[in-house]
């Protein structure tokens, strides 16, 4: 009889819900993390004042509001909306592309100015592609949303943030790039949006009460007796890692923080500002405070924290952030995936165990369906 019914490694969104289910099914659990701190990439750190979001810019958002009630059941989100602002060569556009980009733009004032300025730099590159489909991802911009859009809102950034040249990425990447003839600012189409008062780390706290937790422990440190603990495995570390890299290294992009303490209030007066341009190295600015102070709030708390985001190629040992979902990092997931199938005692999720790009509520939603299932 082994202690424990679940082991979880890791305790970000994925490992803290599926360890709440868990228990709230009677069963006995334990979490481990490598990291010092639960809450994986979710985790904020406290700074003058400032929740700040200390592995990126975490901002929920769904459209699933059995997810977004329970999420609020631990503590109550905030009214943020994502309106982040792009900076190009120092003058500023609104994000996603809506009306206010192009009137900045363009001047256009009306929705058929718009359209039409936007057809009109558009034709070239659809003539171009005579009928074919977009082979890249600057030929699937080009035919979206024409020359300057391209050229000053999209090509730079997406260079920094992949690290290749637009030419060779995939055109899926941007395939559903928003263009929205209202002035609305808002980046997210889902209903509901916002940030925990008081931080994400209420959220895992709240999902984590009453459930031992063990930090600073790395599963591969001792194995074979952190696996006696529990009659089944919950992992949510890197899937490769766990059968030894025995086919290779999955890849990632990584990114790195530059934080900085300003010693005013209100720095760049939003959130998110994304630097367009190649010249700059940075992707985007964050200023946390923006993410739960609003009004006088702001002025209310005297410093401000931001960090700079550079985007870079990960190296074993670096933090894994994104997966490269080409070709031949799909079908080495696949590989690994099929060893994870044979696995009867091992649950494998998240977004490192099943190498996908999720957002929070996705994780969320996974883990309640993992529970439905099992008639929970
Ligand atoms: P993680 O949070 O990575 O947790 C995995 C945990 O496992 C970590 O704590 C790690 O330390 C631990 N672990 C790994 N290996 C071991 C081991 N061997 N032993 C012990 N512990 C181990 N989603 C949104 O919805 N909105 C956003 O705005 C958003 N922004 C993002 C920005 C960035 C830069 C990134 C990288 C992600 C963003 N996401 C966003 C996605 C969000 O972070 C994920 O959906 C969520 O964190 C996934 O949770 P997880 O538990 O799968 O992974
Ligand atoms: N993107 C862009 N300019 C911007 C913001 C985004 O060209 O100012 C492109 C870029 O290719 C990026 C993609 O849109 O990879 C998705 O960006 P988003 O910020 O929505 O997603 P995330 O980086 O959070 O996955």
Known sequence: MSRFDYLIVGSGLFGATFAFFAKQQGKKVIVIDKRSHTGGNVYCEYVE??????????????????VWDFV??????????NSPVANY?????????????????????????????IDEQKSDALRALQGREPANLEEQALSLVGRDIYEKL????????WGRSCTELPAFIIRRLPLRFVFDNNYFNDPYQGIPIGGYNKLIEGLLDGVETRTGCDFFADRSGLSSLADKIVYTGQIDEFFDFRFGHLDFRTVSFEQ???NVPNWQGNAVVNYTEREVPYTRII??????????????????????????????????????????????YQKYKALADQEEDV??????????????APVVEKVMAHFEALGN
């Open 49 to 66: 004042g400032i929740n700040v979001h200390k592995y990126g810019a975490h901002i929920f958002h769904t459209s699933n509001k059995m």
């Open 72 to 81: 609020n059941s631990f503590v109550p989100f905030n009214r943020y909306t």
């Open 89 to 117: 060569k120092g003058k500023l556009y609104n994000l996603p592309f809506n009306m206010n980009t192009f009137y900045q733009m363009w001047g256009a004032v009306t929705p058929d100015e718009a359209r039409a300025i």
């Open 154 to 161: 999209i090509k730079g950034y997406t260079e920094k943030q």
């Open 260 to 262: 900085e303490i300003k």
């Open 287 to 332: 200023e946390h405070k923006h993410f739960e102070m609003f009004g006088q709030a702001v002025y209310d708390c005297p410093k401000t924290v931001i960090s700079r985001e550079f985007s870079t190629e990960w190296k074993p040992g670096m933090e894994p952030y994104y997966p490269v979902n080409d070709a031949k990092n799909s079908a080495l």
């Open 347 to 360: 649950i494998f999720g998240g977004r490192l165990a099943e190498y996908k790009y999720y957002d929070m």
